[in-house]
């Protein structure tokens, strides 16, 4: 198939357009009415390749959700909207805008400073505004997450890898029995068979409560909650974070002792998540068990900066099983499903991180093949939330804003998204 990239490449801008609320840009209408963490930093990332005012100002809209702990919540609910559940109501956050209380990876340090190699010179301000907030989110990381240099989530949807196989053992710990009516809203946007099953959403739920119970006191949350995973994917997404915030941070002649100091203690945490089975994986907390899961973010270590031959090894066995890689679980394993959400599916944002750090470690081949799957996975059947690794399949949300950024940053053919 030939591709019409001018086509895609206006389709793509078209969707970060129309997905635009006012200063902030939603994942996709209907089904994520808001403004996500991540997502919000790959769209402002995409944005970049067009209007570079507009990428700032997407990254300043994201940090009027931070606390003043620090921490920047994985959904801001500037405004009211229909149509997703849990919204600011059931969070319980005291404060405006609303927002949930749980985090998001933390890309934003990374994607930020993508969008400032772009703009060196009018960006500079925006850099410097936006510098210390992301210290201080960082900062909260390292004082309220970091176990043992690894990162720790309290709740699956803080992944952003909601019902990966990852967590399913700690989540066996929750029960969610008690958590009475409601009504789930994804379902009605969605084919309930790729979307995460009810007594997942229980659990989440229960969390959800959990948290609120608490008055969303890290403290207290991390004493007593019954679910406390160190998360791989979070530990190189940080670690990642930290190396790009130290560039910046060396560009803006500020200080750096801290942010290497966090930089050491990750690597330390990285080599902790490594299964004796062969393979980077996260670490039950609370049971001290692996999870047993080799999952898309396992193979995030590139984009962390650390080689590791035996993760080449199964990359490269992966992707001979599959037509498009990288599943979100590996198809070698029982459990695999190829359209239900993390437990198989190809996601373009995660291909995105993994080869990009594949690329700059050297593996150049591998890595530009990860990008034509991407390139023809959208091409092909358009801007989808997600992919069958097996058929190329769309599945979930469509005119998805962070598969538009990722094409224009890195899977087009004119992609532009300078790393
Ligand atoms: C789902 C995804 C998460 C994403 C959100 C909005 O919850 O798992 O990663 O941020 O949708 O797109």
């Known amino acids: 198939m030939t591709i019409n990239a001018d086509k895609i490449d206006r389709q793509a801008k078209r969707i970060l357009r129309n997905n635009d609320r006012g200063g902030y840009t939603v ?61 600011p109501d059931v969070w319980g956050v005291p404060r405006v805008p609303h927002t949930s209380g749980i985090t998001q990876p933390p890309v934003a340090a990374t994607m930020i400073r993508a969008i400032y190699e772009q703009d060196k010179r009018y960006g500079r301000v925006h850099m410097e505004l936006v510098y210390g907030r ?18 720790a989530i309290t709740h699956p949807w803080e992944s952003g890898r909601d019902n990966a196989v990852d967590w399913d053992g700690g989540m066996g710990n929750v029960d969610g029995s008690g958590v009475g009516d409601y009504t789930r809203r994804d379902t009605a946007h969605v084919d309930p068979d790729m979307r995460p099953k009810k007594e997942d959403y229980d659990r989440y739920l229960t969390m959800v409560y959990y948290g609120r119970d608490c008055g969303w006191d890290e403290g207290q949350i991390r004493e007593g909650s019954p679910f406390r995973v160190a998360d791989v994917g979070m530990t190189f997404i940080l670690l990642r974070a930290c190396r790009d915030l130290l560039m910046i941070a060396h560009d803006l002649d500020h200080l750096t002792d801290e942010i290497e100091g966090w930089i050491r203690t990750l690597e330390a945490g990285v080599a902790r998540h490594w299964n004796p089975d062969g393979f980077y994986d996260s670490i039950d907390l609370r049971s001290g068990d692996f999870s047993g899961s080799l999952s898309s973010a396992s193979f995030l270590n590139w984009y962390a900066g650390i080689e590791n031959d035996q993760m080449a090894i199964h990359l490269h066995d992966i992707l001979d099983r599959v037509e498009f890689g990288v599943p979100s679980f590996d198809p070698r394993r029982e459990g695999f499903e190829p359209l239900r959400y993390w437990r198989g599916p190809v996601w373009g944002m995660m291909n995105a991180l993994i080869a990009i750090g594949l690329e700059e470690q050297g593996h150049v081949q591998i890595a530009a093949k990860l990008r034509k799957d991407t390139q023809r996975l959208i091409a092909e059947h358009g801007f989808f939330e997600y992919f069958s690794p097996v058929e190329g399949t769309p599945a979930g949300g469509g005119a998805f804003s962070w598969t538009a950024a990722i094409w224009l940053t890195w899977a087009g053919p004119h992609a532009r998204g300078h790393f």
Not at 44 to 52: E, P, R, V
Not at 135 to 144: D, K, P, Y
């Open 27 to 87: 994942p996709t209408s209907g089904l994520y009415p808001y403004q996500w963490n991540w997502d919000s930093a790959f769209t402002a990332w995409g944005l970049a390749t067009f209007d570079i005012k507009r990428a700032w100002f997407e990254i300043h809209t994201l940090f009027t959700g931070q606390w003043d702990n620090g921490m920047v919540p994985h959904i801001i609910f500037h405004k009211r909207a229909d149509g997703y559940f849990p919204g």
């Open 134 to 151: 992301l210290i201080s989110w960082h900062r909260w990381f390292m004082a309220n997450r970091v176990e043992d240099g690894m990162v």
